[in-house]
């Protein structure tokens, strides 16, 4: 019996493990989505405060702000960066809702269009390089 009830625990341990597996795959796929989407309607890819301005990696809760004003970036703002990392920005410009995606040529597309452009990307206040 205790064979038994061995093997009935271990299968029902399997099958949350795998339920989990699952959870976390749609979970996954539902963030590539949103980042995928963000990066293809226009998202602002974030720079560093010094010279030469290099892409940095966005942050939940970092504040971005706009590089001539220093004013936080209005809320509802998207923002990405070179990672595949995107966010929306909140009530007092911090970054919120982190999405990621793994697809780098939707990255290398969207930041191709600012190298060498004449826009004029918020920073990272933080950032240094």
């Known amino acids: 019996m205790g064979a ?4 009935k625990q271990s299968i029902a341990q399997n099958s949350k493990q795998q339920t989990i597996l ?4 749609e979970f996954e796929l539902e ?11 226009g998202c602002l890819p974030i720079v560093a405060t010094v010279y030469p301005h290099k892409y940095v990696t966005i942050v939940q809760g ?17 923002v990405c960066d070179a990672n595949g990392n995107t966010g929306v920005i909140a009530d007092r410009g911090e970054v919120e809702a982190i999405a990621f995606t793994g697809n780098r040529d939707l990255v290398a597309t969207r ?9 004029s990307q918020p920073i990272d206040s933080g950032a240094k390089q």
Do not use: C, H, M, W
């Open 31 to 41: 963030q590539s989505t949103i980042a995928d989407a963000r990066y293809k309607t």
């Open 62 to 78: 970092k504040v971005i702000q706009d590089r001539i004003t220093r004013n936080p970036l209005p809320r509802g703002t998207v």
């Open 111 to 119: 930041l191709k269009r600012f190298r060498g452009g004449t826009y």
């Open 4 to 7: 038994i009830t061995d093997i």
């Open 22 to 25: 699952e959870q976390q795959l």
